[in-house]
């Protein structure tokens, strides 16, 4: 079992920065892979960064290629996302996930994950 709750979202205005976090509890965390999702309203979920168990592997959307990064500690069992350079179409909830059947491989999908936060929500202004 894996509880995960989000915080860091907020108002920010376009080019800004902000960091979001995703506490983890239960011990498999350190053992998934881990993602970052949002959905903006009236838009579907969109896949924004993966993470392997170890930091090794990562990959992002190509809307936040470049601008975010993904990264995690697992002696704090904690997962980060680092959003610079900001945009309006950034705005959304922030979900993030665990893929407990992965490892060492990242997941994108989100039917790959079967653990996940309620979101922060992230508004940026034009």
């Known amino acids: 079992q894996v509880q995960l709750v989000e915080s860091g979202g907020g108002l920010v205005q376009a080019g800004g920065s902000l960091r979001l976090s995703c506490a983890a509890s239960?011990?498999?965390?350190?053992?998934?892979?881990m993602g970052w999702f949002r959905q903006a309203p009236g838009k579907e979920r969109e896949f924004v960064a993966a993470?392997?168990?170890?930091?090794?592997?990562?990959y992002y959307a190509g809307s936040v290629k470049g601008r975010f990064t993904i990264s995690r500690d697992n002696a704090k069992n904690t997962l980060y996302l680092q959003m610079s350079t900001l945009k309006p179409e950034d705005t959304a909830v922030y979900r993030c996930?665990?893929?407990?059947?992965?490892?060492?491989?990242?997941?994108?999908?989100?039917?790959?994950?079967?653990?996940w936060g309620q979101g922060t929500q992230v508004t940026v202004s034009s």
């Open positions: 996930a665990a893929a407990t059947s992965r490892q060492a491989t990242i997941a994108v999908a989100a039917y790959e994950y079967n653990y």
């Open positions: 239960g011990r498999t965390f350190s053992n998934s892979a």
């Open positions: 993470i392997n168990w170890n930091g090794g592997a990562t």
